[in-house]
T-cell receptor, first 108, second 114 residues
Framework: AQRVTQPEKLLSVFKGAPVELKCNYS??????LFWYVQYSRQRLQLLLR??SRESIKGFTADLNKGETSFHLKKPFAQEEDSAMYYCALVQGAQKLVFGQGTRLTINP | DTGVSQDPRHKITKRGQNVTFRCDPI?????LYWYRQTLGQGPEFLTYFQNEAQLEKSRLLSDRFSAERPKGSFSTLEIQRTEQGDSAMYLC????????????FGPGTRLTVT
């Protein structure tokens, strides 16, 4: 079964420090992976997708098929990065399968 | 068009009552999805529509749940004989085209069953 695992429910780092949110997946075939973010009192929104290889708000994520990982990284955390982050994959080019989420807190 | 909207935003109901939620997708989007999110979990897929056709339903969607999208625009999700385990955030999302790489989410309806 397709599954997304985010091993850290909570992650706290200081402003200016590097951030890495971990995501591992199980999927038979070539996965399409995404990171969604939910800021306080806002709706869930797409942050980035691996297929576009973009950098959004300084975040990047590289798909590592050997390790079945799609970790989200940012070299220098900012306070406005505090949010809930969800890793997800598309199953059957239709529905999203989400991980449990990681709550990132950036301390001043 | 300000994005996907959902109504109501909050619903408190007694066990055994029926509830209905509405989702209005972004107007040109032909795909509409329902997800459920419980505390501490990521959203879980319930069902999706392409235009008015309901193409997939999750095993999570018991026979007490029914969803419709009668004219391919807004959708309703009805829960009959609610149970306390139905308490959750119900999220609606929409996307355009047959490759649903970007789904736009609504604010959700928070259901509390007492």
């Amino acid at each position: 079964a397709q599954r997304v695992t985010q091993p850290e429910k909570l992650l706290s780092v200081f402003k200016g420090a590097p951030v890495e949110l971990k995501c591992n997946y199980s999927y038979s075939g070539s996965p399409e992976l995404f990171w969604y973010v939910q800021y306080s009192r806002q709706r869930l929104q797409l942050l980035l997708r691996h297929i576009s290889r973009e950098s959004i708000k300084g975040f990047t994520a590289d798909l590592n098929k050997g390790e079945t990982s799609f970790h989200l990284k940012k070299p220098f955390a900012q306070e406005e990065d505090s949010a809930m982050y969800y890793c997800a994959l598309v199953q059957g080019a239709q529905k999203l399968v989400f991980g449990q989420g990681t709550r990132l807190t950036i301390n001043p | 068009d300000t994005g996907v909207s959902q109504d109501p935003r909050h619903k408190i109901t007694k066990r055994g009552q029926n509830v209905t939620f509405r989702c209005d997708p972004i107007s040109e989007h032909n795909r509409l999805y329902w997800y459920r999110q419980t505390l501490g979990q990521g959203p879980e897929f319930l069902t999706y529509f392409q235009n008015e056709a309901q193409l997939e339903k999750s095993r999570l969607l018991s026979d007490r749940f029914s969803a419709e999208r009668p004219k391919g625009s807004f959708s309703t999700l009805e829960i009959q004989r609610t149970e306390q385990g139905d308490s959750a955030m119900y999220l609606c999302a929409s996307s355009f085209g047959t490759v649903s790489y970007e789904q736009y989410f609504g604010p959700g309806t928070r259901l509390t069953v007492t």
